[in-house]
């Protein structure tokens, strides 16, 4: 099937030429006369299928030229970077066309922006915080938009943006068609949009959360910080083929302490990315790693939704994400476009509910490799780690017996939500040793 045989017009067929691309990935041929047709949609393929063209190319088949001034196309992202990114994709696609599309992010000058709505635009690309702000300013009318895009929906529509997304909404015109498109999906976020949105048409290329064939897992059971710290150094010195790695960690601070071990033994090869930096430090982290200047990246979850990196040939999780959806979103980050991946996940004893909660997800274990012998097993605790060891000592005593917080409650529910019923992988988790063993 080549893009011959969708209804694009010249200007999209050149600009696909000229991209090299020779026929649609299956989310982009199923989406595309779905979009065509003005109904609602969720579409649900694996990470790196091409899911962006999947909803651009409709979008621009369809919008005609026209000079007025309030934008007709919203698409919406959690992150500034994948504001940058998708604008870039438009950008390669209307080549041909004189279309008008803006990027609106936070961490930037918001005059420049609201100058740039005011000489009028066709497509807005935004976060939604600057978005809200923008239209406060009362610059940017939404009362025009015909087709809204919410790209990483589960994301979007999870605890954090939820609100502040779905209040914003109701400000926006009813008559619109919406299109929603992720990875991953759960029946909570399915709940919210059955609620929120008009019959929307469910296109699933794969079945939510499913990894790519393409990248190949692995885990270690690695015990403590420091520890986690010489299998990476290790591994990075005794196998070139990590040559673009992007390290995954949980939190800024953490992101910042593996930044500054890894820097030490690697300088000048390591960038990192959280969002305490400037926008300035992030855009340039971000470039220099994705043009190859640098060799690896230490990253917050904020680059594990939909950015496309160039021939990322591994991702690192130094911890074990707490969410299944997490790790799927982190490991597509490599694996892209049909490329061939390594994720390597470092897991501690803490953890390893996380592993069993991702397993069952994906209805897979993940194949086990032991520390090489030469990696040191560190027994120095890092300030953070020392109170979970002294929490957990206590529990075992028993003398502060342990009541779960609020939080705990909550990954419960959240891992029941994501069970899919797969027996087999627990049962297998069962057995599994779970100790720190060299072979
Ligand atoms: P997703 O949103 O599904 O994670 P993206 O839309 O970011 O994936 O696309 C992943 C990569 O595949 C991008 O580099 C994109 O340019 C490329 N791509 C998209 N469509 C095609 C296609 N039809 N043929 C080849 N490469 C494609
Ligand atoms: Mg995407």
Redesign the pocket.
């Known amino acids: 099937m080549s ?1 011959e045989k969708l209804n694009l017009n010249k200007p999209l067929i050149s600009a ?1 030429d000229d ?7 299956p ?2 041929e199923r989406a595309f006369p779905i979009i065509m047709s003005g109904k609602d949609v969720i579409g649900i ?10 909803y651009l190319l409709p979008i621009l088949r369809s919008l005609k030229y026209s000079d007025q001034r309030h934008p007709r196309v919203l698409i919406i992202v959690p992150t500034r970077e994948l504001v940058l ?1 998708i604008v870039k ?1 438009i950008e ?1 696609l209307s080549v041909y066309t004189s279309t008008r599309f803006l990027a609106i992010y936070g961490g930037t000058n918001i005059n420049t922006q609201k100058q740039l709505v005011y000489n009028g635009v066709d497509i807005i690309v935004a976060t939604p915080g600057r978005l809200v702000d923008l239209s406060l300013t009362g610059i940017l009318r939404l009362k025009d938009i015909k087709q809204l895009v919410i ?1 990483e929906v589960d994301q979007m529509l999870s605890l954090g943006f939820r609100q502040q997304l779905l209040s914003f909404l109701e400000t926006m015109p009813s008559k619109k068609q919406t299109l929603m ?1 992720s ?1 991953t999906m759960n029946e909570e976020i399915e709940a919210v949009i059955t609620k929120y949105f008009y019959e929307p048409v469910k296109i699933e290329v794969a079945p939510h959360g499913t990894p790519l064939e393409k990248i190949v897992q692995v885990c270690y059971h690695v015990p403590n910080f420091n520890t986690k710290v010489n299998l990476l150094e290790y591994l990075l010195k005794h196998d070139d083929s990590l040559n673009k790695v992007l390290v995954f960690s949980a939190t800024k601070k953490l992101a910042d302490n593996v930044y500054e071990q890894l820097n030490q033994r690697f300088p000048n090869e390591v960038v990192v990315i959280h969002s305490n930096l400037s926008q300035t430090a992030r855009i340039n982290s971000l470039k220099q790693f994705h043009e190859g200047t640098k060799r690896v990246l230490v990253a917050t979850d904020i680059v594990a939704r ?3 990196i ?1 021939d990322v040939t591994h991702v690192v999780n130094f911890d074990t994400p707490e969410t299944p959806e997490d790790y799927i979103h982190r490991i ?1 980050r490599t694996g ?3 490329k061939d991946g390594v994720a390597i996940t470092f897991i501690n004893e803490t953890e390893q509910e996380f592993q069993v909660a991702i397993e069952t997800m994906m209805n897979k274990a993940i194949p086990y490799e032991s520390i090489p012998e030469e990696v040191v097993i560190s027994k120095v605790l890092t300030d953070d780690e020392i109170p979970k060891m002294v929490d957990k000592i206590k529990q075992k005593k028993g003398k502060d017996k342990y009541v779960p917080g609020p939080a705990f409650h909550e990954k419960k529910e959240k891992n029941k939500k994501v069970n899919l019923g797969s027996a087999s992988v627990k049962e297998k988790m069962k057995g599994k040793i779970r100790t720190y063993r060299r072979s």
Do not use: C, S, V
């Open positions: 893009f696909l991209l090299g691309y020779i026929e649609p990935t989310i982009q393929a694996q990470t790196g299928t091409g899911k962006t063209f999947a990114q994709e390669k790209d498109f990875a939909g950015l496309d160039t597509g892209r476009a049909n």
